[in-house]
């Protein structure tokens, strides 16, 4: 495994957010991560998230649910910078951290179905860690 140490980044923390929020606005996406985002988040559309401030990060844990409209057969994590419902957190550590911005680089400059996986793999590995 590398070292997750890297100081000098690709992608601004903006760069990141803008081409998140430019996919999001899209209606085919290399990969589904799930409800129709590329990479993991809770809410309607995508929030900016401090890339180049936070050492380490807490996702939002999406519970089962079962509604009319729509259902979540899995628990699943994700960026959540708007917790209007109250979900629970997941905690990120730094060296994690460091692995999903430099795995969401690689996605962004390469947007492959196999590069955006890697990235929900990561998030969602943090929860079963956890169990």
Known sequence: MPDWK??????TSD??????YDLDMRDVLPYDAFGGKVVPYIGW???PVGFDY???????VLPVYDLVLESNA?????????NKWGYGYCHCPAKDWQEIRHLLETALLDQTHD??????????????RKR
Do not use: C, P
């Not at 760069?15 to 998140?20: F, H, R």
């Not at 936070?54 to 939002?60: L, N, P």
């Not at 590069?115 to 079963?128: P, W």
């Open 54 to 60: 936070h050492k380490e990060y807490s996702f939002g």
């Open 74 to 82: 899995d628990v699943k994590i994700g960026f959540m910078e708007n």
């Open 45 to 47: 559309f995508w929030r």
């Open 115 to 128: 590069n955006f996986k890697a990235v929900d793999d990561k998030i969602q590995s943090l929860y079963t």
């Open 6 to 11: 890297i100081e000098k980044w690709k992608l």
């Open 15 to 20: 760069q990141i957010n803008d081409m998140l």
